[in-house]
């Protein structure tokens, strides 16, 4: 079995910065791609950002210099700093664990909840 588990989320102004974080812990070593992935009200989930243990990070189009995904593999831990957030990127934010890129995440934490107030 395998755990994430999210913190950080909250309220931020437009124009402010938060820093997700998510703690793996169990058996993790089936898990080589760590990513964020948001649902906002009425919209499907999306992916965010992604790394590979590696380090290597990929992003959606539209957090591209605002957001930035780092991993540190000793701490199983995956962060995800946002900067200069909007009000679209308000939304419920999820940490995944995946086996590799491309394919689909077998492992999602619970959810933290980002708010971005004009």
């Known amino acids: 079995q395998v755990q994430l588990v999210e913190s950080g989320g909250g309220l931020v102004q437009a124009g402010g910065s938060l820093r997700l974080s998510c703690a793996a812990s169990?058996?993790?070593?089936?898990?080589?791609?760590m990513a964020w992935y948001r649902q906002a009200p009425g919209k499907q989930r999306e992916l965010v950002a992604g790394?590979?243990?590696?380090?290597?990070?990929y992003y959606t189009d539209s957090v591209k210099g605002r957001f930035t995904i780092s991993i540190d593999n000793a701490k199983n831990t995956v962060y995800l700093q946002m900067n200069s957030l909007k009000p679209e990127d308000t939304a419920v934010y999820y940490c995944?664990?995946?086996?590799?890129?491309?394919?689909?995440?077998?492992?999602w934490g619970q959810g933290t909840q980002v708010t971005v107030s004009s």
């Open positions: 995944a664990g995946a086996p590799r890129i491309g394919t689909s995440p077998n492992y």
């Open positions: 169990g058996s993790i070593f089936s898990i080589n791609v």
């Open positions: 790394i590979t243990r590696r380090g290597n990070p």
